[in-house]
DNA sequence: TGTAAATTCAAACAAACGTTTGAGTCAATA
DNA sequence: TATTGACTCAAACGTTTGTTTGAATTTACA
């Protein structure tokens, strides 16, 4: 196992490789993988090109460590939903601030964060194994609380269109970044508006659940 | 003016030009604008790559021609916000319309769709045109909507807030498509899962309205 | 200090890219 | 038939891409 990644973001007198490593993941969460090249990388990190073949193989396997090294397995953020006793509250909380914290002041959570929203939109490769891993397993964790608060017995095809359209709202502040921040900035910009968005994310999924649980009341009758 | 582009799909006996400009469409929507090549779109589209220079110019003058000419301009959706008489419903109905039709049947405003959200996420340069153009009036007519119906003189964060989020669940639909069709593909394939996603995407966003508006209404007192 | 491994470096590599060339083909017109 | 303009084609262009090379340099350890 290689060492843990230092965490702490001025990119100054960090080792080579942690410095590649680092600077690979702000270009390709910025950028792509295919915008981004290999002498792009080597030269905001400034390091010679081939370091990159040294520490990391070739391009793809650069992707791959910035993809999956800086973060840990996001396996403690699930068992957060896997607690029976948690309310729908929490739970919503829980999942909204995977969203809205890394946006506030973590450099390295939000590239990171985007990095996997961008390869859902563009996938390399490494998309079916974040589906599997990282996406899927999420949106089961959702689907067990929702089922659960609805007082289902099964997961039908309305509970996984409420999953989705609540978990949409997070998506969205990373996908849509850019165009928020040229329509609506103050939304995503500074710790105070982002609380405040992130409350109201928390209410409008709390809305929509009543909305689905009113909807199968009013179907059962 | 260029005469209008043929609408059918089946993309045989096509003039050249017109066959480039939809084998284009086709592969700058499903794999973006860097991952596509002029050579694959000319041997997709069976034929020679200067072709490609002679009605194009260049690969940037074929994807713009891509983004602009198959879908005439949006402003007649627009206009269906300014009714002044429209409904709640009727409005979001339309709303989510734009998003749900065109994964129907329709595979030209399928891709051309498809196309445009992805330069949400990969700004190629006409990104900057594309939001003052397609998306901003877009959401500021939202933002109309919903100001009237919720009483306000004024737009303020949390309107904007609300417009995002209701938008969001039809971005995603587009965005987050090959997790969809991963997890629950039933929700986004054939018409009576659409028309039902549909509906569920209104009564979710009627729902967060009227948590909206319950909201402002406790803080008013 | 001496030796071997680890790391860095400038340079070159083949392949793929977008683009251009100039001869060639075809249909229409005079 | 001769000529023009629209269009097609195989081939080559110059760049940039990711990758590799092999010698230099630094580092670690005996």
Tied chains: 1, 2.
Excluded at 46 to 64: C, H, R, T
Excluded at 112 to 140: F, K
Excluded at 150 to 162: G, W
Aim: hydrophobic residues 45%; charged residues 25%.
């Amino acid at each position: 196992m290689k060492d843990k990644l230092k965490l702490s973001m001025p990119e100054q007198d960090l080792q080579p490789r942690e410095k590649i490593l680092l600077t690979a993941l702000e270009l390709f969460a910025e950028q792509g993988f295919e915008r981004t090249t290999v002498r792009q990388i080597a030269r905001k990190a400034e390091v010679n090109i081939s370091a990159i073949a040294y520490y990391f193989g070739d391009k793809a396997g650069l992707y791959q460590a910035a993809f999956v090294e800086p973060l840990g397995s996001p396996k403690d953020d699930i068992e957060l939903f896997n607690d029976p006793n948690i309310s729908l509250e929490e739970a919503l909380q829980g999942l909204f601030s995977g969203f809205t914290e890394p946006l506030k002041q973590d450099k390295l959570a939000m590239l990171c964060t985007r990095l996997h929203m961008r390869e859902m939109v563009e996938p390399t490769g490494l998309w079916a194994q974040e589906i599997d891993n990282g996406i899927a397993p999420y949106h089961q964790a959702l689907l067990v609380v929702l089922k659960k608060h609805l007082y289902l017995n099964k997961v039908d095809d309305d509970l996984h269109r409420l999953a989705m359209c609540i978990v949409a709202m997070g998506v969205h502040l990373f996908v849509g970044r850019d165009v928020i921040e040229k329509l609506c900035p103050k939304i995503i910009a500074g710790n105070s508006g982002l609380n405040q968005t992130h409350d109201r994310l928390v209410m409008f999924a709390k809305s929509m659940i009543e909305a689905e649980k009113n909807r199968r009341k009013q179907v059962n009758v």
